[in-house]
């Protein structure tokens, strides 16, 4: 199979995009989906394309995932949300000592 740049370009860069969008905050949609870390009715931690995403709120669940097109749908209560950014200057503590400050 010849190598098609346009094609493996618009691959790479569907990979990096990371979006969300808020409806009324009661459903969550999330592109650029690496992982889901963890999650229960109250809290979802994941990997994105960006860094790990921290969502908070009631009555939560996961709607839709489709990790192979990183794509997340999260319903319930969406309270707030939040980058865990381990390039802030804080060398040695990992995103988990930050979760529990």
């Known amino acids: 199979m010849p190598y098609e740049p346009s094609v493996y370009n618009q691959e790479r860069q569907q990979e ?15 592109t650029g989906v690496k992982d889901v870390d963890s999650f ?7 990997q994105t394309t960006l860094g790990y995403l921290l969502i ?13 097109q990183g794509l997340l749908t999260i319903q319930g209560k969406i309270g ?14 990992g ?7």
């Open 16 to 30: 990096r995009n990371h979006e969300m969008k808020l409806i009324n905050r009661k459903r969550l949609e999330i």
């Open 40 to 46: 229960d009715t109250e809290e979802f931690l994941l």
């Open 56 to 68: 908070r709120g009631e009555n939560l669940h996961m709607k839709n995932l489709d990790v192979e």
């Open 80 to 93: 707030t949300f939040s980058y865990i950014d381990d390039h802030q200057g804080h060398k040695g503590k």
């Open 95 to 101: 995103f988990l000592n930050k979760l529990f400050k």
